[in-house]
């Protein structure tokens, strides 16, 4: 089945360094892939999103290519702040009525110190 | 502002209660979700709905039922409360190309 793999965390970065959070997918046909992020105590939020291969998708300083080749979208972020603690998830929705569930690869909590 | 209301933040149920969390969205999308949130494991799809009165299975649907009888509507029950059960819960709602929009989760404990 389908099926999402993001590195594991914790990451723990510096303020202003690189940051990159992989993503695999597992899908049929030609899925839409999502980043989303949960800040702490609340509810997960879109960050972006890239609907077929090759496109990029982009907020708040944040990057992310559909490559399809690959099967990735592997989040990245040149400078990362304080304020971008959170846990990210990676997802994919298939196309199509039933089968438009939205699946989730597990997450990874990406914490950065001053 | 688009919204995704859960009714409770937090819940404390005792084995064998018959629980129910509900889920009521703003914006008229068809397509609305039951996930549960676990350390280690992410998000895992309970039930999704895609229309009023339409159901599907999602990973983990063991122990847990669904009621859409209304668009704005969805609502997540747990038949006999097992302490297996105690977890995040967290309900959202999608636009038809995806786009999700989440509660702010129910954190329920069973004892």
């Known amino acids: 089945g389908d099926s999402v793999t993001q590195m594991e965390g914790p990451v723990t970065l510096s303020e202003e360094a690189f940051l990159t959070i992989n993503c695999t997918y597992t899908a049929t046909g030609y899925p839409s892939l999502f980043w989303y992020v949960q800040y702490p105590g609340e509810g997960l939020q879109l960050l972006l999103k890239?609907?077929?291969?090759?496109d990029k998708g982009s907020n708040k300083g944040f990057e992310a290519t559909y490559r399809k080749e690959t099967t990735s979208f592997h989040l990245e972020k040149g400078s990362v702040q304080v304020s971008d603690s959170a846990v990210y998830f990676c997802?994919?929705?298939?196309?199509?009525?039933?089968?438009?569930?939205?699946?989730f690869g597990k997450g990874t909590k990406l914490s950065v110190k001053p | 502002d688009v919204k995704v209301t859960q009714s409770s933040r937090y819940l404390v149920k005792r084995t064998g209660e018959k629980v129910f969390l509900e889920c009521v969205q703003d914006?008229?999308?068809?397509?609305m979700f039951w996930y549960r949130q676990d350390p280690g494991l992410g998000l895992r799809l309970i039930y999704f709905?895609?229309?009023?009165?339409?159901?599907q299975k999602g990973d983990i649907p063991e122990g847990y039922s669904v009621s859409r009888e209304k668009k704005e509507r969805f609502s997540l029950i747990l038949e006999s409360a097992s302490t297996n059960q105690t977890s995040m819960y967290l309900c959202?709602?999608?636009?038809?190309?995806?786009?999700?929009?989440f509660g702010q989760g129910t954190r329920l404990t069973v004892v």
């Open positions: 997802a994919l929705r298939r196309h199509g009525g039933s089968q438009g569930n939205l699946i």
């Open positions: 890239a609907t077929k291969a090759d």
């Open positions: 959202a709602s999608s636009t038809a190309q995806g786009k999700a929009f």
């Open positions: 709905s895609y229309d009023v009165k339409m159901k």
């Open positions: 914006m008229d999308h068809e397509n």
